[in-house]
């Protein structure tokens, strides 16, 4: 089979993933919130606890993460701390059942990019995560 030299070079390019780590200690929305993002093409790790989560962010770098507030032992807006303090400077989406004006307007002074209300609608998820990942497919 014969290829034009601009369908060789198609063939052979790879489109890199963009990594997205999501922490929830609710396995099925942490598992809807997966699917979803894998779907539309994110490589996506997802964790039930903040610990396991910042191990892994130390070693894996993703674009960005995306966080339940509200969590047994933590809350997001902690973990997203603990991530800055590791030197991490990926894009952060806070996920709550329990927003508020207040939870909003902290969340974004603490440097998240997009409050979301739990359960998420899925076009608000992907349209967040694809505006706070923007600089990782346009540098």
Same mark, same amino acid.
């Given at each position: 089979?014969?290829?034009?030299?601009?369908?060789?070079?198609?063939?052979?390019? $790879? $489109? @890199?993933?963009?990594?997205? $780590?999501?922490?929830?200690?609710?396995?099925?929305?942490?598992?809807?919130?997966?699917?979803?993002?894998?779907?539309?093409?994110? +490589?996506?790790?997802?964790? !039930?606890?903040? %610990?396991?989560?910042?191990?892994?962010?130390?070693?894996? !770098?993703?674009?960005?993460?995306?966080?339940? *507030?509200?969590?047994?032992?933590?809350?997001?807006?902690?973990?997203? +701390?603990?991530?800055?303090?590791?030197?991490?400077?990926?894009?952060?989406?806070?996920?709550?059942? *329990?927003?508020?004006? %207040?939870?909003?307007?902290? !969340?974004?002074?603490?440097?998240?990019?997009?409050?979301? +209300?739990? @359960?998420?609608? %899925?076009?608000?998820?992907?349209?967040?995560?694809?505006?706070?990942?923007?600089? %990782?497919? +346009?540098?």
């Amino acid at each position: 089979m014969l290829l034009s030299p601009a369908a060789q070079g198609a063939k052979s390019m $790879v $489109v @890199p993933k963009i990594p997205i $780590v999501i922490l929830d200690d609710d396995s099925g929305s942490r598992r809807s919130m997966q699917l979803l993002l894998q779907g539309r093409g994110f +490589d996506v790790r997802s964790f !039930a606890s903040p %610990e396991l989560l910042i191990a892994d962010v130390k070693v894996s !770098a993703p674009a960005c993460l995306v966080t339940d *507030y509200r969590m047994a032992g933590h809350d997001g807006l902690q973990v997203l +701390d603990a991530l800055r303090a590791a030197g991490w400077r990926g894009a952060a989406i806070l996920v709550t059942a *329990y927003g508020s004006p %207040e939870l909003m307007q902290k !969340a974004i002074a603490q440097g998240f990019q997009a409050v979301l +209300d739990k @359960p998420c609608k %899925e076009s608000a998820l992907v349209n967040a995560v694809i505006a706070a990942t923007r600089r %990782e497919r +346009d540098p």
